[in-house]
């Protein structure tokens, strides 16, 4: 039995629409789309390759490719440790990219003179290719200079320490420091081996312990090349007979003047100060 016409449109309509319910596409978009409807066994090879390319391009980092380094102030002033590679990690980077930067302005005439502190950048990096980055061999070779630059300004930093460490204005001290027991050791070994230690051992409720250090206190002013510490009689387990006592300490440690109840130094008609004071270390060589 054949169909009228006005039946074959309405099933031609319905097959339409019935076709588009199962398309979650646009019928104009359903050709773009028609890769998607594969299964994974009805790509070919190159479909899967090409997929594989995009995803990957997709998923690829930026062409920034410097170290992510932590912030200047997590390294700074710190060789050595973990900080220290750090610090030597963000002066690598540093170094070649400035190492460009100093390429291309002088390339560039019509820059005007640069600033002191490009100039000592510049300087610092002196050892660096006119080319910047280039081959494989170029950035070996850039690698062994940098280490031998860092070298150099490591041997100059412990330089600058040591100076600094036996400097005479360090060993200046001027002051009377008073410390416990942990203290009283940090003092009489915790300096240079020429360096003389006086320490004062006192008793608070002693009249005479207060007398004594009145009396030192102008010399540790007048004598600043001597370190002059000051520490109760109990933390250092001293007998209190004994007290004030002064013990003088050179080489790291060693007890060259052991004055116990030093008033006993004074004669008998004699006035205790500072004078008579001075002159009591003087003659056991604490003070010249």
Same mark, same amino acid.
């Given at each position: 039995m054949s169909l009228s016409a006005a039946q074959e449109e309405f099933n031609s309509i319905a097959s339409k629409a019935a076709a588009s319910e199962k398309s979650?596409?646009?019928?104009?978009?359903?050709q773009d789309y028609a890769h998607d409807t594969k299964e994974n066994g009805d790509r070919d090879e190159e479909d899967?390759?090409?997929?594989?390319?995009?995803?990957?391009?997709?998923?690829?980092?930026?062409?920034?490719?410097?170290?992510?380094?932590?912030?200047?102030?997590?390294?700074?002033g710190r060789t050595t440790g973990v900080k220290g590679v750090i610090a030597d990690a963000r002066s690598y980077e540093e170094a070649r990219r400035n190492g460009s930067w100093r390429n291309r302005n002088r390339l560039s005439p019509n820059r005007g003179p640069s600033t002191s502190r490009?100039?000592?950048?510049?300087?610092?990096?002196?050892?660096?290719?006119?080319?910047?980055?280039?081959?494989?061999?170029?950035?070996?070779?850039?690698?062994?200079?940098?280490?031998?630059?860092?070298?150099?300004e490591l041997e100059r930093e412990g330089n600058d320490i040591r100076n600094?460490?036996?400097?005479?204005?360090?060993?200046?001290? $001027?002051? /009377? &420091?008073?410390?416990?027991?942990? =203290?009283? %050791?940090?003092?009489?070994?915790?300096?240079?081996?020429?360096?003389?230690?006086?320490?004062?051992v006192y008793d608070e409720d002693c009249e005479v312990s207060q007398l004594v250090s009145h009396a030192l206190q102008p010399l540790v002013q007048k004598h600043p090349?001597?370190?002059?510490?000051?520490v109760p009689y109990q933390d250092i387990e001293f007998d209190s007979a004994g007290t004030p006592a002064i013990l003088a300490y050179k080489n790291q440690g060693d007890?060259?003047?052991?004055?116990?109840?030093?008033?006993?130094?004074?004669?008998?008609? $004699?006035? /205790? &100060?500072?004078?008579?004071?001075? =002159?009591? %270390?003087?003659?056991?060589n604490v003070v010249s």
């Open positions: 979650p596409y646009h019928p104009s978009d359903a899967l390759y090409r997929e594989k390319q995009i995803d990957d391009t997709m998923r690829m980092p930026t062409f920034n490719t410097g170290l992510n380094l932590p912030h200047k102030s997590f390294d700074s490009a100039d000592k950048r510049a300087s610092t990096i002196s050892f660096l290719k006119d080319d910047g980055e280039g081959s494989e061999d170029e950035d070996e070779e850039f690698l062994e200079r940098w280490r031998e630059q860092r070298k150099r600094r460490r036996t400097s005479p204005s360090v060993r200046r001290y $001027g002051r /009377f &420091d008073e410390v416990d027991a942990l =203290g009283y %050791l940090d003092a009489i070994e915790k300096v240079t081996r020429d360096t003389v230690v006086v320490v004062f090349h001597t370190h002059f510490v000051r007890l060259f003047a052991n004055l116990t109840y030093v008033v006993d130094q004074i004669p008998d008609d $004699g006035v /205790f &100060d500072s004078k008579a004071l001075e =002159g009591i %270390l003087r003659r056991h």
